[in-house]
């Protein structure tokens, strides 16, 4: 495994598994919560990418949602865990719980 600062820096080979992840995550999330649909996001280099490692966004959606919107209000760690554990359970795996 090595340290993967953004997008552009993805070999071709290493291409294909994480966008098979990527893709599991997306029809995990769909599943595990209820939503119609999921809008992936990426962000290379300033001012979008915030912590410098190659990361995906997998947004739940729904039809009229308001996307794209912000919260500044931070999710108490107790749903965090539950739904960690709804997505981990859906993708077949064990949970860490949040990584924040």
């Keep these: 495994m090595r340290f993967i600062p ?24 769909t599943g595990a919560f209820d ?6 996001v990426e962000n290379n280099g300033h ?4 912590v410098r490692h190659l990361h995906f966004h997998v947004i739940p959606r729904w039809e009229g949602d308001g ?17 960690a554990d709804r997505l981990a359970a859906e993708l077949g ?3 860490t719980g949040p990584t924040r």
């Design 6 to 29: 953004d997008l552009h820096a993805v070999s071709e080979s290493e291409c294909g598994p994480v966008l098979h992840m990527v893709g599991r995550v997306s029809a995990a999330i």
């Design 35 to 40: 939503v119609t649909g999921t809008t992936v």
């Design 47 to 50: 001012p979008g990418q915030s």
């Design 67 to 83: 996307y794209p919107r912000r919260s500044e209000t931070p999710e108490l760690d107790t749903v965090l865990v539950k739904q």
């Design 93 to 95: 795996s064990p949970t």
